[in-house]
């Protein structure tokens, strides 16, 4: 098994430097042969085919240059309250927000908490806030530290949390006597 997979590497070149044949039957299917056929249509495989064959096809090239690297973030912000999966009870819907930031920034930075993808507060030069009258419910909760032009230098990951809030009122259901 191992000397086939051998001879089809080391033959994968002559392989490319083949003609190959394109045509379509009577019945409107596409062939392709390495062997002329009537009616067929030769192609030239020095560029890579065409992948797909819808509008978003991608054209592949062997010669391509790799995908530029995004820089990787130099600062790490990690969520620490609250926790991943925690349940917070609180009947005012207050929420403490508190974040790590490795290593320290010395220069102005904005921290942008998303809660359920909306945009609820903006801080400047701080790591911890308290949210006010938060609905009861599952939300999502995530941070930014964005530099004063506005590059995004650390993320946290989204994280859920669960808010309990008795309601205003609230009888425990009345049990009935056998």
């Known amino acids: 098994m191992r000397k086939g997979l051998w001879l089809v590497f080391l033959t ?3 392989l490319a430097a083949e003609p190959v ?41 062997a010669t391509s240059k790799a995908a530029p690297t995004l820089p990787t973030p130099s600062h790490q912000l990690q969520l620490v309250s609250p926790e991943p999966e925690a349940t917070i009870r609180d009947n005012q819907g207050q929420v403490r927000i ?10 102005p930075f904005t921290l942008k908490v ?3 993808g909306s945009l ?6 701080a790591l911890a806030l308290q949210l006010q009258n938060v609905d009861r419910g599952a939300h999502h909760l995530h941070l930014d530290v964005v530099s004063p032009d506005g590059t995004i230098l650390a993320k946290t990951i989204e994280s859920r ?4 809030r008795a309601r205003i009122g609230s009888q425990p259901k009345a049990t009935p006597r056998q």
């Open 12 to 14: 994968s070149p002559l």
């Open 21 to 61: 044949y394109h045509w379509v039957d009577r019945h409107g299917v596409s062939h392709y042969s390495d062997t002329p056929q009537p009616a067929a249509t030769r192609i030239d495989l020095a560029e890579p085919p065409l992948l797909g064959t819808g509008p978003m096809a991608v054209q592949t090239s």
């Open 98 to 107: 508190a974040a790590r930031l490795t290593p320290a920034i010395t220069t």
């Open 114 to 116: 998303w809660l359920d």
């Open 120 to 125: 609820v507060a903006s801080l400047e030069n």
């Open 161 to 164: 949390f669960y808010l309990h």
